[in-house]
């Protein structure tokens, strides 16, 4: 089955300063690739999502780049700001098969 | 629309009591599923439905789980007996299709078992 692994565990940026996590994946058959930022005591939300069709996609100050030939794909955030402070989850999926997440990165955003 | 509701928000039991969870899914969702969040295992998968079918239930614990979905527009998980290491918070979460598509969370379901 997939497993994705997700680094680094936590992650601290000074206010401004760009972040970027990083995630791996097993199943070279994936190919939806979402990304859920949990803030403390709510539910995980989507921030972003790329398909395997595309390498990278970008939304205001949030990126998504995929390599599939290396199963990677990375979230990039630029201009911190300090309501980016969360957990981000980054999760793989293909059909015929469930979403499984990473363990999550917790950022934190320093003023 | 409301998005996934979940019920209840925060429940407090005693060990070997049951607890029941539950939850609807966005009108229209065929699928449906069940996660639980610790801080030491992350968000495990529990078990998901597809168009009310049990697809996967690799992830339900032990026999003291048990998940149903009677329709399109509701699903419980049960536990019996409840134990300490249950408490989590429990979320539901639904989506259009099984796979490839984003999935919607409920607020999830605070439980404690003391």
């Known amino acids: 089955g997939e497993n994705v692994e997700q680094h680094p565990s936590t992650l601290s940026v000074q206010e401004g300063d760009s972040a970027v996590i990083k995630c791996t994946y097993s199943?070279?058959?994936?190919?939806?690739f979402p990304w859920y930022k949990q803030e403390l005591g709510k539910r995980p939300q989507l921030i972003i999502d790329?398909?395997?069709?595309?390498g990278e996609k970008k939304d205001q100050r949030i990126a998504v780049t995929l390599n599939k030939t290396a199963k990677h794909f990375s979230l990039h955030i630029t201009e911190t700001q300090p309501e980016d402070s969360a957990v981000y989850f980054c999760?793989?999926?293909?059909?015929?098969?469930?979403?499984?997440f990473g363990p999550g990165t917790r950022l934190s955003v320093l003023p | 629309d409301a998005g996934v509701i979940q019920s209840p928000r925060h429940e407090v039991t005693e060990m070997g009591q049951e607890v029941t969870l539950r939850c609807k899914p966005i009108s229209g969702h065929n699928s449906l599923f069940w996660y639980r969040q610790t801080m030491m295992r992350g968000l495990e998968l529990l078990i998901y439905?597809?168009?009310?079918?049990?697809?996967?239930d690799s992830g339900m614990p032990e026999d003291r789980f048990s998940a149903k979905m009677p329709n399109a527009s509701f699903s419980t998980l049960k536990i019996q007996p409840s134990e300490p290491r249950d408490s989590a918070v429990y979320f539901c979460?639904?989506?259009?299709?099984?796979?490839?598509?984003?999935?919607?969370f409920g607020e999830g379901s605070w439980l404690t078992v003391v």
């Open positions: 199943d070279s058959a994936s190919n939806y």
């Open positions: 979460a639904s989506s259009p299709t099984s796979t490839g598509n984003t999935i919607y």
């Open positions: 999760a793989a999926s293909r059909e015929g098969q469930n979403f499984v």
């Open positions: 790329i398909r395997s069709n595309v």
């Open positions: 439905f597809n168009n009310n079918v049990p697809i996967d």
